[in-house]
C-alpha cells in the first residue's frame, strides 16, 4: 500500500490555490494546522481534517503543526490530549515541531487585549449572559449596545486587571469587542474576547481565571506560528470576518486566511465528541475506544489500519458543502487493505466435532499451509487429527439441492487446505442438536481430487480438536440501528443497537494464531477479518475482534 498522500497532489480547491499562489510566488512555503480541543477522543471526522492539513503540507513542503485548542479549561483533560497525539502519530502523521498549545499564547493574547482596549476595541461588559443575548437581537433584527460599552480606556484596564486577578466571581463580566452590534451577522455583535472560569488548566495549572474565546484566540494563535492557510470546517465560514476583523486591528506579523470545508458525517453513526462523551459516560459502550465508536481509537480495536483509514479519507471530495458519507465505503478500505496485507488463518467460531474413523487415533500431521493464496506472507504448520471442528452451519443433517455444496451424510467436503471427507452418520444431544459427525477420510487427497472421480462440490475451514486453541472472538454489529441517529428529533441513545456486541466464547482457532502479536490481523478464512485485542490477546487466552466480514452483505 502507498501512502498517496506523500505522492500525489491532492486534488480540491484549497490544492489548486495552493498551487497558483506558490508558482506566482505570493506564497514561499505552506504552513498548516490541526487543531483539536482536548476535550474527547478524534473520530473518523477529525481523521478527514488530519489528512487534508497534513496531506496538503506534505504535497507541497511545507509544515502542519499539531495545536491544542485548549481554551476551555472546563471540558478538557491532559487524557485526551495524549490520545489525540498518539492517534496522530498512528495514523502515520508527523506534526513540525513540537506539539502546540493555545495556551502557550496566553500572555501574548491578554496583551493584545490590552492592545485592543487601549485602541478603545474592546470593553468590560457586566450585563449578565441573560440580559447579552436579549441584547444580542437575532438573525433579523439588529442589537443593541450595551450600557457598558462607552466605558473609558482607564476604567476598562483597571476592571480587566481585576478580571484577571481573580477579583470577580464566574460570570460577573467578560470582555468584549466593540464592532457592530446591527452587523448582518451576528459573529460581530461585539463578540466575547475574555471569560472568568475559575478552574485550573491542564497546561497553565492556576496561572489563569479568565480564558480567551476560541474566536480570539484561533486566527492570533495562526498568525503566531506563520499558518498561512487555516483550514476549517464549514460552521465557520460565518466567523471569517471576525478572524480578518482581528489580525487587521492587532498588530500581527503573519496575516493567515481562514478556508472551510464540509464535515464529514457517516451513516450509522454520531459525530461529535459530545454525543461520544455521552455514549462512553453512560456506558453504552465499554469506552473511547470501544470498536463500536467511530473514534479513531476505536476504529483502531476493530483492525482497521492507518492505510485503511488514510486511504478512505483521501478519497472523500474536499468540497463546500457538509455530506454524508455511506459506511460502505469506509468498510471498502478495510477489505481492500486487508485483502492483501492479512494473513489467512483457519478458526471454527460455531464448532461440530467431526470424528474421523480411519484415521489413526493419535496421529498429528503437520501440514504446511501458505499464510495466503497469492502474495509471499509465509507459511505456518496447520496439525491435522481424528478428531476436529467444523463449522455448524456447514453440516446438514439431510442432503438437499439447495445446499449441496455443504456436508451431510453419503456426501464429502474438501477440508481446507487438507483432504476429502465423507459424512457417515451423525449424533444428537437429548434436545436434538448434532453434536458429532462421524466420517470417512478419502485416501490420497492431499491437494488432489479423489480416484474415484467423485469430487466434493465444497470446501470448509477446520481445526483441530487435540492441537486446536479455544478463543473468545467478539462479533460487532453497527452501534445504531438507524442511519441517521442524531438527524431527527428523538435521543440518538433510543436508536443504540443492545445486541451489536456479540462475546463468543468457545471458538477454536488453528495454534499457529497463539503466537497472533496484539494488533495483528487476519483472515480467517470464510469469516471475515479479525484483529488479535490490543489489549486483551494473549498467547493462553487469545481474543480476536471481527473487524469486518468478507462481503457487504447488509
Ligand atoms: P466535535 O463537534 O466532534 O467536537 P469539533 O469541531 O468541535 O468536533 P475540534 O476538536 O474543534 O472538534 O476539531 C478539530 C478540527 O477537526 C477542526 O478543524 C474541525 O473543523 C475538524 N473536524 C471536526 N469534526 C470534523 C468532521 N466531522 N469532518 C471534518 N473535520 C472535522
Ligand atoms: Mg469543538
Request: some cysteine; glycine content about 6%; charged content about 25%.
Amino acid at each position: 500500500m502507498t501512502d498517496s498522500t506523500a505522492t500525489d497532489k491532492p486534488n480540491n480547491f484549497i490544492a489548486t490555490l495552493i498551487e497558483s499562489e506558490l508558482t506566482q510566488g505570493s506564497l514561499n512555503k505552506i504552513v498548516t494546522r490541526f487543531p483539536p480541543e482536548p476535550n474527547g477522543y478524534l473520530h473518523i471526522g477529525h481523521a478527514k481534517a488530519i489528512s487534508v492539513n497534513f496531506g496538503l503540507a506534505a504535497s507541497f513542503g511545507g509544515d502542519c503543526h499539531l495545536r491544542f485548542d485548549d481554551t476551555n479549561p472546563g471540558k478538557e483533560e491532559q487524557e485526551y490530549v495524549d490520545a489525540i497525539k498518539e492517534d496522530v502519530s498512528w495514523l502515520g502523521y508527523q506534526w513540525a515541531g513540537e506539539v502546540r498549545y493555545a495556551s502557550d499564547y496566553f500572555d501574548q493574547l491578554f496583551q493584545w487585549a490590552l492592545h485592543l482596549i487601549n485602541a478603545g476595541q474592546a470593553y468590560v461588559c457586566d450585563l449578565s449572559a441573560e440580559q447579552a443575548s436579549e441584547y444580542r437581537g437575532w438573525a433579523t433584527a439588529p442589537g443593541k449596545d450595551s450600557p457598558f460599552r462607552n466605558r473609558s480606556v482607564e476604567e476598562n484596564l483597571a476592571l480587566i486587571e481585576k478580571m484577571r486577578a481573580g477579583d470577580f466571581d464566574e460570570g460577573a463580566c467578560v470582555l468584549r469587542a466593540k464592532i457592530d452590534m446591527s452587523s448582518p451577522n451576528m459573529n460581530l455583535r461585539d463578540p466575547i474576547l475574555y471569560r472568568i472560569r475559575k478552574i485550573s488548566h491542564h497546561q497553565t495549572g492556576d496561572k489563569w481565571c479568565i480564558y480567551p474565546s476560541y474566536d480570539f484566540a484561533h486566527g492570533q494563535e495562526d498568525a503566531i506560528e506563520g499558518v498561512t492557510h487555516s483550514i476549517c470546517t464549514l460552521e465557520f465560514a460565518d466567523h471569517r470576518p471576525l478572524y480578518d476583523w482581528f489580525l487587521e486591528q492587532l498588530p500581527v506579523k503573519n496575516t493567515p486566511r481562514q478556508f472551510e470545508f464540509g464535515r464529514l458525517n457517516i451513516n450509522y453513526t454520531v459525530m461529535s465528541k459530545r454525543k461520544l462523551k455521552q455514549l462512553v459516560d453512560d456506558r453504552v459502550v465499554q469506552g473511547w475506544d470501544d470498536p463500536r465508536m467511530p473514534t479513531i481509537s476505536g476504529l483502531r480495536r476493530r483492525g482497521y489500519t492507518p492505510a485503511a483509514l488514510r486511504n478512505f479519507c483521501d478519497s472523500l471530495a474536499v468540497a463546500k458543502t457538509d455530506g454524508v458519507v455511506d459506511i460502505a465505503q469506509l468498510e471498502y478500505f478495510i477489505r481492500d487493505d486487508l485483502n492483501t496485507s492479512a494473513p489467512r488463518a483457519m478458526a471454527v467460531l460455531r464448532p461440530l466435532k467431526v470424528v474421523i474413523s480411519n484415521y489413526p487415533e493419535d496421529q498429528i500431521e503437520q501440514l504446511t499451509i501458505p499464510s495466503h493464496p497469492d502474495l509471499d506472507l509465509g507459511e505456518r504448520q496447520v496439525p491435522f487429527s481424528r478428531e476436529i471442528y467444523i463449522d455448524q452451519e456447514d453440516f446438514k443433517e439431510e442432503y438437499s439441492k439447495k445446499f449441496k455444496k455443504k456436508f451431510c451424510p453419503g456426501k464429502r467436503i474438501r477440508l481446507r487446505n487438507a483432504y476429502v471427507i465423507e459424512a457417515v452418520d451423525f449424533e444428537k444431544d437429548t434436545e436434538g442438536n448434532v453434536v458429532q459427525v462421524n466420517a470417512l477420510l478419502i485416501e490420497n487427497t492431499l491437494g488432489v481430487n479423489p480416484e474415484d472421480g467423485i469430487n466434493p462440490k465444497g470446501v470448509v475451514h477446520w481445526v483441530s480438536v487435540s492441537e486446536g486453541i479455544a478463543a473468545t472472538v467478539r462479533i460487532y454489529g453497527r452501534l445504531f440501528n438507524c442511519e441517521a441517529p442524531d438527524r431527527g428529533d428523538e435521543n440518538f441513545l433510543n436508536f443504540v443497537d443492545g445486541e451489536s456486541l456479540r462475546e463468543v466464547q468457545n471458538c477454536w482457532v488453528e495454534p499457529s494464531l497463539a503466537s497472533a502479536k496484539a494488533e495483528a490481523s487476519f483472515q480467517f478464512e470464510r469469516e471475515g477479518y479479525f484483529v488479535a485485542d490490543r489489549y486483551d490477546h494473549g498467547s493462553d487466552k487469545p481474543v480476536f475482534n471481527m473487524t469486518i466480514g468478507l462481503r457487504d452483505n447488509k
